[in-house]
T-cell receptor, first 116, second 113 residues
Framework: NAGVTQTPKFRVLKTGQSMTLLCAQD?????MYWYRQDPGMGLRLIHY???????AKGEVPDGYNVSRLKKQNFLLGLESAAPSQTSVYFCASSYSIWTGGKETQYFGPGTRLLVL | GESVGLHLPTLSVQEGDNSIINCAYS??????FIWYKQESGKGPQFIID?????DKRQGQRVTVLLNKTVKHLSLQIAATQPGDSAVYFCAETQKTSYDKVIFGPGTSLSVIP
């Protein structure tokens, strides 16, 4: 199993540009999540999905959109990048909630995004 | 509450000693807690978890203690090794709102050889 993979690993954008971050998991997980991690702060949830075709807003959804067209993929889009979106983005996945103790989220390696 | 600081608390430990990393959680309704390890340039990795109906759980070289009275969680690492150097953070969540996982800002553990 590759687990959770993210593409790209690093990207530099200019203000106003758009891009899509791709997350893929091969564990047949129902739940997928996008977080951002900023220096000195805990992970903050951007959007999440509880199954194919579903998405929901997290704590900091503004400026981002997501899609879950296939169970194994969760895409995070930035339509018009801003310097405030400079961060490290982590994707995670998990089994359905409270399923035999397998609630743990498995994280990808992260995507470092710099918006100039 | 959420930390807005730019500097993580740092713990320096001599190799072979035991490490204790503390976490104060925010929501008294939280009933599931997780400790993660994050090495530089990598994603968080699950270490150990504990439910609110327990006050102690042991893994391999790690022990988590939960004190619900003061909303405190600790991670103990026995015989700390250089490979344990990383940022450790706790997370809390509730059975009724799993999307609301709250992550702490973390503690940076540095192991001195």
């Amino acid at each position: 199993n590759a687990g959770v993979t993210q593409t790209p690993k690093f990207r530099v954008l200019k203000t106003g540009q758009s891009m899509t971050l791709l997350c893929a998991q091969d564990m047949n997980h129902e739940y997928m999540y996008w977080y951002r991690q900023d220096p000195g702060m805990g992970l903050r949830l951007i959007h999440y999905s509880v199954g194919e075709g579903t998405t929901a807003k997290g704590e900091v959804p503004d400026g981002y959109n997501v899609s879950r067209l296939k169970k194994q993929n969760f895409l995070l889009g930035l339509e018009s990048a801003a310097p405030s979106q400079t961060s490290v983005y982590f994707c995670a996945s998990s089994y359905s909630i409270w399923t035999g103790g397998k609630e743990t989220q498995y994280f990808g390696p992260g995507t470092r995004l710099l918006v100039l | 509450g959420e930390s807005v600081g730019l500097h993580l608390p740092t713990l320096s430990v001599q190799e072979g000693d035991n490490s204790i990393i503390n976490c104060a959680y925010s929501n008294s309704a939280s009933d599931y807690f997780i400790w993660y390890k994050q090495e530089s340039g990598k994603g968080p990795q699950f270490i150990i978890d504990i439910r609110s109906n327990m006050d102690k759980r042991q893994g391999q070289r790690v022990t988590v203690l939960l004190n619900k009275t003061v909303k405190h969680l600790s991670l103990q690492i026995a015989a700390t090794q250089p490979g344990d150097s990383a940022v450790y953070f706790c997370a809390e969540t509730q059975k009724t709102s799993y999307d609301k996982v709250i992550f702490g800002p973390g503690t940076s553990l540095s192991v001195i050889p």
